[in-house]
């Protein structure tokens, strides 16, 4: 097999998001970067992950939300298999809105060594129902794997 360990699978180019950052900028850099989710760093300590659906959940718990807008063709994408699309319709991340990364992001964190087998990935990501875990090497983020990358590992075998 071609893939054995976390560091035959990783992205080691990891797009990482300040837990300061307004949930527009992190909205517009999920996009720009065409990822669906980032760790959350506090300088260079790993916090969290923050995802679409950690915007969408936000937006739509909020309740403020204008009639004119529609969420970007990325969101529908990666939502419609998710929600209903008359949820879709009505998610949306408004400017100006003071809430941070910090305050929606997902602070439970899943994370390996370079050397963890692809098998204990996959159960890690399974059992915790999650789309990403991040490679690690005393607290410092060296890659990550997402569902996609753990997909291609299947796709080639």
């Given at each position: 097999m071609k893939y054995t360990s976390a560091k035959d699978v990783m992205t080691?180019?990891?797009k990482t998001v300040g837990a300061d950052w307004p949930l527009d900028?992190?909205?517009e850099f999920l996009i720009e970067h065409d990822i669906s989710g980032a760790p959350v760093v506090d300088g260079d300590t790993l916090v969290g992950v923050i995802s679409l659906t950690d915007l969408a959940r936000h937006d739509s718990v909020s309740g403020n939300r204008t009639s004119s807008d529609r969420p970007a063709a990325y969101y529908r994408n990666e939502l419609e298999h998710l929600y209903a699309e008359e949820e879709v319709d009505q998610l949306r991340v408004r400017e100006g809105d003071e809430t941070t990364a910090r305050d929606v992001m997902t602070d439970e964190i899943y994370d390996v060594n370079a050397h963890t087998s692809v098998q204990q990935i996959a159960q890690v990501m399974h059992r915790g129902r999650i789309h990403r875990v991040f490679v690690t090497t005393d607290g410092e983020i060296r890659g990550v794997i997402?569902?996609?990358?753990m997909l291609k590992v299947v796709a080639e075998a």
């Open positions: 080691s180019d990891v900028r992190v909205a997402s569902a996609l990358d």
